[in-house]
């Protein structure tokens, strides 16, 4: 793999990894924002499917949608459909809580299960991975 796409792997990783980093300081603490450490949660996921884009010479669709990118990724390694629950679970908190509207205001035990369905994705993503592109 030539050190240009290299970097850009890690690069989109440094970015999930942000994005989980970021879902954690704002889901804890006595400060809470959940319905912004949701959407963290879901650009995780997004970043960590568009980091396998790349890391396999596709160029990444400009979308939101996981269960999009799942099925597309799947195409490339059937072995993303073990998270379907995930991207089915994770995908609307792109835009929920992103405008007024939303349906009902976000729970802790809401954001728990999406931190851990963030974090399965980001890590399954590195485990796949070679050792040098971890960021």
Excluded: N
Excluded at 54 to 64: G, L, M
């Amino acid at each position: 793999m030539s050190a240009e796409k290299t970097e850009l792997v890690r690069e989109w990783l440094g970015i999930a990894y942000a994005d989980l980093a970021s879902a954690a300081a704002l889901g804890g603490g006595t400060d809470m924002i959940l319905s912004t450490a949701l959407y963290h949660c879901q650009q995780c996921a997004e970043k960590s499917l568009k980091a396998m884009f790349i890391f396999h010479d596709i160029d990444p669709p400009k979308t939101h949608l996981l269960t999009l990118l799942l099925a597309r990724i799947v195409a490339e390694d059937s072995r993303f459909t073990l998270l379907q629950d995930h991207a089915d679970m994770l995908t609307p908190f792109a835009t929920e809580y992103r405008h007024s509207g939303a349906p009902h205001a976000p729970t802790r035990e809401e954001f728990s299960r999406a931190y851990a369905a963030a974090d399965d994705v980001y890590q399954f993503v590195l485990s796949i991975m070679p050792p040098t592109i971890h960021p």
